[in-house]
């Protein structure tokens, strides 16, 4: 046993922490708040570094096991295959530390948990589903495999990302996702929570974004609510650069060593800043101190969350008492992870629509292997395997043309990627421009007097006109260098900064132009020939007539009207047009791509659709018309044979969407708009009729649902019930089927979902066979956010249970009588009507204050705030208001808020508040007047005269009263 209790494994946790954190000094402890911690080599601390990227699989550190993305992930709706693909993930990351301690650190920074509110959200392909409930129990299975079941130790310390309201890539940084108290409680907080409170996840990242005003790294939730849901020590850690943001592109304070000091009082523990360079942080973190901004305890907190973590992770242990610090490269790509990639893809792969191709026929899925003689695997996506920003490098790769061809050997397969191809020529001359025929290329030249192959270019055309152009000289991509000269040396678009990606823009005259999208410049010919993205306008920039080579659709099609079955593998490249700081601007496929499926089906009627994607697609057409239709998100190394198997019947489709698809973006709102309850967003309150709904998927068989049966019909708030239905596999075949739980509240003081799930089962079924399904339903997961007392509540009501195949193939239904609480109306003389509580809005927003709750904020002239059922008894004399004109000009009138009853256009007028222009973000102002025709219960409105005007609460009173007592000094 050592001397030192901090190095003694046998000592509580909290001890060996507190034993370590005062025996560092204050500069070390200081040096323990980056990324990169040094090592303190007197007390035989090891350095440390937090950010390994483990999303879905090890990534950034050479090959490693890479499993489908995330989206398809939670696409399998199996807790249990997610659980042992965390594990096998966490044993790589483990393996590859053991051999590289300083470049594979053990803080991984997985799974995502933000709910996947927007399909055009550029990261889609990071989240598990759009509803929060899902999200957090696939979310939880997979932490707990990367976390491992050990005690005292960790496999690795699995972070959740981002923390909070993040689903926009656009203006990421400066933009602030407006989160009313219900979405925040029942939508974004849910699916934090459950990895935290099931010991899954051990740390959280800290988002771009700014949240109701308030940059999301100075959120009070982090230490309000996050670290209340685990009683071991939960820490959080800075995305990279965000901590700069505070006073940089936020200007929320007015410098650095402000805006850090902020952010470490608000809970930030590691600052992930400068890549390895500490020495900024530790600059402005010592500054503060300096200055007051900080006290050696908030250090002190900090850092003890941190050390908690790597002494559970066996930092100071010795490795024999670690079970998995032995771990060793054997198990990187391992057979054994092989096999839970193929699976992974095979329980991932969606059966969106499966029609017979004439009358009275049979379904086009799963394929007949001995009826197949020749078969067409077309499309750009058919022979290629495409990884994202947080991918592993591929060991190997089975592309679907692979995949088939060995499912099918001996049956022809042939294959066109379905791409055109064109030569450029030079405005309108006779030169053309000419590739390198090196393999590892060379600049482009504007020299070829003719169009011959080394002027030949195949345009990949991925979505919103742009296009990746790859050189038929070499089979390299096109991209700008750091001196903007083009070069045909690339494998394909990717990388941080997208150099590969153009758009063919009209320059005059039938001619194009070539816009370079990473460096915003057009293609110009120097004086040598050489190309170069130079110019900054269309006007300046060298055009190009397009000349047409050959047409991938047509022949393409041509392959598939000799084929006995088609099958068109499309999609979208995952570092293009939606990604990480690119949002979609919408959901259709590329036009291209359209138009190749179009061109095959008219060839061939027997078309399978492929849609491999990392997000929804609007392919309304194809479901009016193409037979067969599956969707995949990019499988990782074994997705050709993931998907073979189940076109091939080898195994029953076993994926379900998480995610709503709908027939437009025109059904959406506004991509910035967070407010899921107000706007009718995700399956939840979407009134609309999508394209597949959430839980779709189909199977190859078929099942029938009898005997829903409740265990009792009515429960307490604090009680549960089971749900017992029973499926029988009704095909001929052995099935696959995801039982779905969904209730709907049918009366409530507020608007409800129109359906939410609850609980769901995966199972697996031979003919005839039949299983009974019992999942539990407790009471307390029925409860809303009430605004009214700020707290969540089980009301008193009924609620429909329905069981089924999807969100909207509900095919039994029964109700349960929940006995909960009834919900007065308000009671305005109890205490502040805090303006965020409001029970509707039009023209508002939440912002910021400096106590730290969110106020609200007139985004336009005549916005307004609805407060129903207010009991104003015999009726209050005055009304006391915080408020404040932020924007406005102090020499201006200011603005005014009028209360009004039952409407807030031509209700009879209570009261009119004056706003007067206050000035700085945290100056406010307390106002009042006298009120009038106030009595019984009534819907309170506040009409707002112009935009800018805030008010943070009211207060009520028989006669001329002050403020809440505990906002009388600015906080709240």
């Given at each position: 046993?050592?001397?030192?209790p901090?190095?003694?494994?046998?000592?509580?946790?909290?001890?060996?922490?507190?034993?370590?954190l005062?025996?560092?000094?204050?500069?070390?402890?200081?040096?323990?708040?980056?990324?990169?911690?040094?090592?303190?080599p007197?007390?035989?601390?090891p350095?440390?570094?937090?950010?390994?990227?483990?999303?879905?699989?090890?990534?950034?550190?050479?090959?490693?096991?890479?499993?489908?993305?995330?989206?398809?992930l939670?696409?399998?709706?199996?807790?249990?295959?997610?659980?042992?693909?965390?594990?096998?993930v966490?044993?790589e990351?483990?393996?590859?530390?053991?051999?590289?301690?300083?470049g594979?650190?053990?803080n991984?920074?997985?799974?995502?948990?933000?709910?996947?509110?927007?399909?055009?959200?550029?990261?889609?392909?990071?989240?598990?589903?759009?509803?929060?409930?899902?999200?957090?129990?696939?979310?939880?299975?997979?932490?707990?495999?990367?976390?491992?079941?050990?005690?005292?130790?960790?496999?690795?310390?699995?972070?959740?990302?981002?923390?909070?309201?993040?689903?926009?890539?656009?203006?990421?940084?400066?933009?602030?996702?407006?989160?009313?108290p219900?979405?925040?409680?029942?939508?974004?907080?849910?699916?934090f929570?459950?990895?935290?409170?099931?010991?899954?996840?051990?740390?959280?990242?800290?988002?771009?974004?700014l949240?109701?005003?308030r940059p999301?790294?100075?959120?009070?939730?982090?230490?309000?609510?996050?670290?209340?849901?685990?009683?071991?020590?939960?820490?959080?850690?800075?995305d990279a650069?965000?901590?700069?943001?505070?006073?940089?592109?936020?200007?929320?304070?007015p410098?650095?060593?402000?805006?850090?000091?902020?952010?470490?009082?608000?809970?930030i523990?590691s600052?992930?800043?400068?890549?390895?360079?500490?020495?900024?942080?530790?600059g402005?973190?010592?500054a503060?101190l300096?200055?007051?901004?900080?006290?050696?305890?908030?250090?002190?907190?900090?850092?003890?969350?941190?050390?908690?973590?790597?002494?559970?992770?066996?930092?100071?242990d010795?490795?024999e008492?670690?079970?998995?610090?032995?771990t060793?490269?054997?198990?990187?790509?391992?057979?054994?992870?092989?096999?839970f990639?193929?699976?992974?893809?095979?329980?991932?792969?969606?059966?969106?629509?499966?029609?017979?191709?004439?009358a009275?026929?049979?379904?086009?899925l799963?394929?007949?292997?001995a009826?197949?003689r020749?078969?067409?695997v077309?499309?750009?996506?058919?022979?290629?395997?495409?990884?994202?920003?947080?991918?592993?490098?591929?060991?190997?790769?089975?592309?679907?043309?692979a995949?088939?061809a060995?499912?099918?050997?001996?049956?022809?397969?042939?294959?066109h990627?379905?791409?055109?191809r064109?030569?450029l020529?030079?405005?309108?001359?006779?030169t053309?421009?000419?590739?390198?025929?090196?393999?590892?290329?060379?600049?482009?030249?504007?020299?070829?007097?003719?169009?011959?192959?080394?002027?030949?270019?195949?345009?990949?055309?991925?979505?919103?006109?742009?296009?990746?152009?790859?050189?038929?000289?070499?089979?390299?991509y096109?991209?700008?260098?750091?001196?903007?000269?083009?070069?045909?040396?690339?494998?394909?678009?990717?990388?941080?900064?997208?150099?590969?990606?153009?758009?063919?823009?009209?320059?005059?005259?039938?001619?194009?132009?070539l816009?370079?999208?990473?460096?915003?410049?057009?293609?110009?010919i120097d004086?040598?020939?050489?190309?170069?993205?130079?110019?900054?306008?269309?006007?300046?920039a060298?055009?190009?007539?397009?000349?047409?080579?050959?047409?991938?659709?047509?022949?393409?099609?041509?392959?598939?009207?000799?084929?006995?079955?088609?099958v068109?593998?499309?999609?979208?490249?995952?570092?293009?047009?939606?990604?990480?700081?690119?949002d979609?601007?919408?959901?259709?496929?590329?036009?291209?791509?359209?138009?190749?499926?179009?061109a095959?089906?008219?060839?061939?009627?027997?078309?399978?659709?492929?849609?491999?994607?990392?997000?929804?697609?609007?392919?309304?057409?194809?479901?009016?018309?193409?037979?067969?239709?599956v969707?995949?998100?990019?499988?990782?190394?074994?997705?050709?044979?993931?998907?073979?198997?189940?076109?091939?019947?080898?195994?029953?489709?076993?994926?379900?969407?998480?995610?709503?698809?709908?027939?437009?973006?025109?059904?959406?709102?506004?991509?910035?708009?967070?407010?899921?309850?107000?706007?009718?967003?995700t399956?939840?309150?979407?009134?609309?009729?999508?394209?597949?709904?959430?839980?779709?998927?189909?199977?190859?068989?078929t099942?029938?649902?009898?005997?829903?049966?409740?265990?009792?019909?009515?429960?307490?708030?604090?009680?549960?019930?089971e749900?017992?239905?029973?499926?029988r596999?009704t095909?001929?075949?052995?099935?696959?089927?995801?039982?779905?739980?969904?209730t709907?509240?049918?009366h409530s003081?507020?608007?409800?979902?129109?359906?939410?799930?609850?609980?769901?089962?995966?199972?697996?079924?031979?003919?005839?066979?039949?299983?009974?399904?019992?999942?539990?339903?407790?009471?307390?997961d029925?409860?809303?956010?009430?605004?009214t007392?700020?707290?969540?509540?089980?009301?008193?009501?009924?609620?429909?249970?329905?069981?089924?195949?999807?969100?909207?193939?509900?095919?039994a239904?029964?109700?349960?009588?929940?006995?909960?609480?009834?919900?007065?109306?308000?009671?305005?003389?109890?205490?502040?009507l805090?303006?965020?509580?409001?029970?509707?809005?039009?023209?508002?927003v939440?912002t910021?204050?400096?106590?730290?709750?969110?106020?609200?904020?007139?985004?336009?002239?005549?916005?307004?705030?609805?407060?129903?059922?207010?009991?104003?008894?015999?009726?209050?004399?005055?009304?006391?208001?915080?408020?404040?004109?932020?924007?406005?000009?102090?020499?201006?009138?200011?603005?005014?808020?009028t209360?009004?009853?039952?409407?807030?256009?031509?209700?009879?007028?209570?009261?009119?508040?004056?706003?007067?222009?206050?000035?700085?973000?945290?100056?406010?102002?307390?106002?009042?007047?006298?009120?009038?025709?106030?009595?019984?219960?009534?819907?309170?409105?506040?009409?707002?005269?112009?935009a800018?005007?805030t008010?943070?609460?009211?207060?009520?009173?028989?006669?001329?009263?002050s403020g809440p007592?505990?906002?009388?000094?600015?906080?709240?």
């Open positions: 046993m050592s001397d030192s901090f190095r003694d494994p046998e000592q509580p946790l909290r001890a060996r922490v507190t034993d370590l005062d025996r560092l000094t204050l500069d070390e402890k200081i040096g323990l708040l980056h990324q990169h911690q040094p090592p303190v007197r007390l035989g601390l350095g440390f570094r937090t950010g390994t990227e483990a999303l879905h699989g090890v990534a950034w550190l050479g090959p490693a096991t890479v499993f489908p993305q995330a989206i398809g939670g696409s399998t709706w199996d807790p249990d295959l997610l659980r042992k693909i965390g594990e096998a966490g044993d990351v483990r393996a590859l530390h053991h051999k590289d301690p300083g594979a650190g053990l991984v920074w997985a799974p995502v948990v933000n709910p996947l509110r927007d399909p055009r959200w550029g990261r889609n392909e990071e989240g598990y589903a759009e509803d929060p409930w899902l999200t957090g129990e696939l979310a939880t299975a997979y932490a707990l495999g990367l976390r491992g079941d050990h005690p005292r130790y960790l496999r690795t310390a699995p972070t959740l990302k981002h923390f909070l309201g993040y689903n926009n890539e656009t203006d990421r940084a400066t933009t602030s996702s407006n989160l009313p219900r979405v925040l409680h029942e939508y974004e907080l849910p699916a929570r459950a990895p935290i409170a099931a010991g899954a996840a051990v740390g959280v990242m800290a988002s771009y974004n949240v109701n005003g999301a790294h100075l959120s009070p939730l982090i230490n309000d609510e996050l670290r209340r849901w685990s009683a071991d020590d939960v820490l959080v850690v800075g650069g965000a901590a700069t943001n505070i006073a940089g592109t936020q200007g929320y304070h410098d650095h060593v402000t805006g850090y000091a902020a952010a470490l009082r608000a809970g523990d600052f992930t800043e400068d890549d390895a360079d500490s020495a900024p942080t530790i402005r973190i010592s503060a300096a200055q007051g901004l900080l006290t050696e305890a908030d250090i002190d907190d900090a850092v003890r969350r941190i050390l908690a973590v790597r002494i559970r992770l066996g930092d100071l010795p490795v008492a670690n079970p998995y610090a032995a060793g490269t054997a198990v990187v790509n391992c057979p054994a992870h092989q096999e990639a193929r699976a992974a893809v095979r329980e991932s792969v969606v059966l969106l629509r499966n029609e017979p191709t004439q009275g026929g049979t379904p086009l799963p394929l007949d292997p009826g197949i020749r078969i067409a077309v499309g750009p996506l058919a022979d290629t395997a495409h990884t994202d920003w947080y991918s592993g490098t591929l060991p190997y790769a089975v592309t679907p043309r995949g088939l060995t499912r099918l050997a001996g049956t022809t397969v042939t294959h990627e379905g791409v055109d064109v030569a020529r030079v405005g309108a001359g006779t053309y421009l000419r590739a390198s025929d090196a393999p590892a290329g060379g600049p482009l030249l504007a020299t070829a007097p003719e169009a011959v192959p080394d002027s030949w270019f195949d345009v990949f055309s991925w979505g919103d006109g742009v296009v990746a152009l790859r050189s038929v000289a070499n089979g390299r096109l991209a700008a260098g750091d001196d903007g000269v083009l070069i045909n040396d690339r494998t394909g678009p990717g990388g941080w900064v997208v150099n590969e990606t153009f758009r063919l823009v009209r320059a005059g005259s039938g001619r194009q132009a816009h370079h999208l990473a460096r915003d410049r057009y293609v110009v004086p040598d020939g050489s190309l170069r993205a130079a110019a900054t306008s269309v006007d300046a060298t055009s190009f007539t397009v000349e047409p080579v050959s047409d991938g659709a047509r022949e393409a099609a041509a392959l598939a009207r000799d084929a006995d079955v088609a068109v593998v499309l999609g979208n490249h995952p570092m293009v047009c939606g990604r990480e700081t690119q979609r601007t919408d959901l259709t496929l590329p036009e291209a791509q359209d138009k190749l499926l179009r095959v089906y008219a060839a061939n009627p027997r078309t399978v659709l492929v849609l491999t994607s990392s997000y929804p697609y609007a392919v309304d057409w194809a479901d009016r018309h193409v037979p067969a239709i969707w995949s998100s990019h499988g990782g190394q074994e997705h050709g044979t993931g998907l073979a198997e189940v076109l091939c019947g080898d195994a029953d489709p076993g994926g379900r969407l998480t995610q709503t698809w709908y027939r437009s973006a025109a059904d959406l709102p506004d991509l910035l708009d967070y407010d899921i309850i107000a706007s009718d967003a399956y939840l309150y979407y009134r609309g009729d999508p394209l597949y709904p959430f839980g779709h998927g189909l199977s190859f068989s099942f029938e649902y009898r005997d829903l049966v409740l265990s009792a019909d009515e429960v307490a708030a604090d009680g549960e019930v749900v017992s239905v029973t499926v596999n095909g001929a075949r052995h099935g696959t089927e995801v039982v779905q739980l969904y709907r509240q049918r003081r507020a608007k409800q979902p129109l359906r939410q799930l609850r609980g769901f089962g995966k199972i697996r079924l031979a003919p005839a066979a039949e299983t009974t399904l019992r999942l539990r339903l407790a009471a307390a029925l409860a809303t956010w009430d605004v007392q700020n707290r969540l509540v089980v009301e008193d009501a009924r609620h429909t249970v329905a069981v089924g195949r999807s969100s909207a193939d509900l095919l239904t029964t109700t349960l009588v929940v006995r909960g609480e009834q919900i007065g109306p308000r009671d305005p003389m109890a205490g502040p805090w303006a965020a509580d409001n029970d509707d809005y039009a023209g508002m939440p910021d204050h400096a106590g730290g709750r969110a106020t609200v904020v007139a985004a336009e002239d005549g916005g307004w705030l609805a407060f129903a059922g207010v009991d104003f008894g015999c009726g209050p004399t005055a009304v006391t208001a915080r408020v404040a004109h932020h924007a406005a000009d102090p020499q201006s009138g200011g603005s005014t808020v209360l009004r009853l039952d409407d807030p256009l031509i209700g009879p007028v209570a009261g009119t508040l004056p706003v007067p222009a206050t000035g700085g973000r945290d100056n406010w102002a307390e106002v009042r007047t006298e009120l009038h025709g106030l009595s019984g219960i009534r819907d309170l409105y506040l009409l707002f005269s112009t800018g005007a008010v943070s609460y009211l207060s009520f009173a028989g006669a001329v009263g007592g505990e906002d009388k000094d600015g906080g709240a």
